[in-house]
């Protein structure tokens, strides 16, 4: 046993003395991961401290599960948990297949030069700034000045105010996001389906098998492992929706549907000042998504043994 343990010692110090230049590269990434991901968590417990920055972290007093009961019994627990899982899930259901569906139709294409028109004109979107794009959302979308109404113009038609529109909000806010970002987020599927064995389609052909049945049956069994990858860690992100873009399309006629935790946390911490509220609301928000991964997680791996881990 002791000469097992001392074998095992001498290949891994001679795996890391022969290895030892990469280890070197990868030291400042890990550094900077450790200083900016991990430090930082030691400030999550002000979620169970009535803080104070004047007295510190550590000179803070505990309250225990105060400030998660004080978020619970709030007025805005249900409607924020609501809007949030609403828009979540919104955005997956049309988000998620719409990248597949892109990569498949691309991988269709034939045509080289159209082919790549077709997917630089998909990605460009991706590469407009948050601000600008909603910048783009209002005034495309103003009942009086946008470009939208002038076309409803034309055909009789007087747009209302969609962003004063609270039933409106979950669905502008999803397929802007789908226009925005389904062509960068096909990329990886594309990218799958290339590496396909070509000999796959050949054969299939000579079986008689159509384009439909070809893709039915090569590309997206070929698409299955990575698009359960990506599911898995969308659904990590469930209770995560993007605050940036819906803090910057929220105004106070839509906010009954676009009032999400994120932008919750930011006006308890930031606006209104209780830090210690907007941790544990965060760390509420943490602890749901880290569930919901694994669980999403293990139920992958045991229907189609696929799983991140």
Request: aromatic letters at 14%; glycine letters at 4%.
């Amino acid at each position: 046993m002791k000469k097992n343990k001392a074998q095992h010692k001498q290949t891994f110090a001679q795996g890391f003395k022969n290895s030892r230049a990469l280890y070197i590269l990868l030291l400042p990434s890990l550094i900077i991961f450790l200083l900016f991901t991990y430090y930082p968590m030691y400030g999550v417990i002000i979620a169970f401290k009535d803080f104070s920055p004047a007295q510190g972290i550590l000179g803070s007093p505990w309250v225990g599960l105060k400030n998660f009961m004080q978020y619970f019994n709030s007025y805005q627990f249900w409607p924020t948990i609501r809007n949030t899982i609403v828009i979540s899930l919104y955005t997956i259901l049309v988000t998620f297949p719409l990248p597949i569906f892109l990569a498949l139709m691309c991988n269709q294409i034939r045509a080289r030069r159209f082919k790549k028109f077709f997917q630089v004109s998909t990605y460009l979107p991706h590469f407009i700034s948050t601000v600008v794009m909603c910048g783009m959302i209002i005034l495309f979308l103003s009942p009086s000045t946008g470009i939208i109404a002038k076309l409803a113009e034309l055909f009789g038609v007087t747009l209302p105010n969609l962003m004063g529109s609270a039933s409106a909000f979950p669905s502008i806010y999803v397929w802007t996001e789908a226009w925005q970002h389904v062509g960068w987020d096909s990329i990886l599927y594309i990218a799958t389906l290339s590496a396909i064995d070509p000999t796959l389609y050949e054969a299939a052909t000579m079986d008689g098998a159509s384009k439909w049945k070809r893709m039915l049956h090569i590309d997206v069994p070929a698409l299955l492992p990575t698009a359960t990858i990506m599911f898995i860690l969308r659904m990590g992100s469930v209770m995560s929706v993007g605050f940036e873009k819906i803090y910057l399309l929220q105004n106070t006629l839509n906010s009954s549907t676009s009032e999400i935790i994120s932008t919750y946390v930011y006006k308890m911490g930031l606006v209104s000042n209780q830090y210690s509220l907007s941790s544990a609301i965060g760390l509420f928000n943490n602890v749901i998504n880290l569930i919901l991964l694994l669980l999403v997680n293990y139920m992958s791996k045991k229907l189609n043994d696929t799983s991140l881990i």
